[in-house]
């Protein structure tokens, strides 16, 4: 069964603080895999988007790292601000652009001024 | 460029009743799906349309859900008769290329 796992289920940090939100996929053929951010009472937003080709993607403060091998993501949040609390989801599609997505329950983030 | 659009945002309806939600993806977007994610469950597939055209059926729950886009265009999910555990939140996705989605704000159903 395909699964996506993600830890910790909740994080508060101090603003300024780096921080790394984990994924784990229990099926290595994926196709990609992608964070999504989820504020309260509103939609999905993408953050980054990585291939099953690619082992990296970067957008501003945010890294995200694909290992395929070993079924794991992460998402590397640098100087942490408070607008950056949010509920932060991964979710890997399998068989290709038609696929659908799955996803891990998320990991709510609160970063305290 | 307008993004996707899901109404309403929110509906409250008694165990029995019908209700319609409805998706407008991004203009051009062949691609249009339906998830829900069900209160401490994560975010679940329910399907995908290409045009109008139903690619992938295989996450809806039962036969009382039946989803439409028509003319390949907006798409509804009704749900009838609803039940208690159908309450959640309904999310609509597009995309052009199949490779990235766009999501709408989402659907609260709350069935009473």
């Known amino acids: 069964k395909q699964e996506v796992t993600q830890i910790p289920a909740a994080l508060s940090v101090p603003e300024g603080e780096n921080l790394v939100l984990n994924c784990s996929f229990t099926d290595s053929a994926i196709y990609n895999l992608q964070w999504f951010r989820q504020d309260p009472g509103k939609g999905l937003t993408s953050l980054l988007l990585i291939q099953s080709s690619q082992r990296e993607q970067t957008s501003g403060r945010l890294n995200a790292s694909l290992d395929k091998s070993s079924g794991r993501s992460t998402l590397y949040i640098a100087a942490s601000q408070p607008g950056d609390s949010a509920t932060y989801l991964c979710?890997?599609?399998?068989?290709?652009?038609?696929?659908?997505?799955?996803f891990g329950k998320g990991t709510k983030l609160s970063v305290k001024p | 460029e307008a993004g996707v659009t899901q109404f309403p945002s929110h509906s409250v309806i008694e165990k029995g009743q019908t209700v319609t939600l409805r998706c407008d993806p991004i203009s051009g977007h062949d691609n249009l799906y339906w998830y829900r994610r069900v209160m401490g469950k994560e975010i679940k597939f329910l399907l995908h349309f290409v045009k109008e055209s139903k690619q992938d059926e295989s996450g809806m729950p039962n036969n009382r859900f039946l989803a439409e886009r028509t003319g390949g265009t907006y798409s509804t999910l009704k749900v009838q008769p609803a039940e208690l555990e159908d309450s959640g939140v309904y999310f609509c996705a597009s995309s052009q290329s199949g490779i990235g989605y766009t999501f709408g704000s989402g659907t609260r159903l709350t069935v009473v």
């Open positions: 979710a890997v599609r399998y068989g290709g652009s038609q696929g659908n997505l799955i």
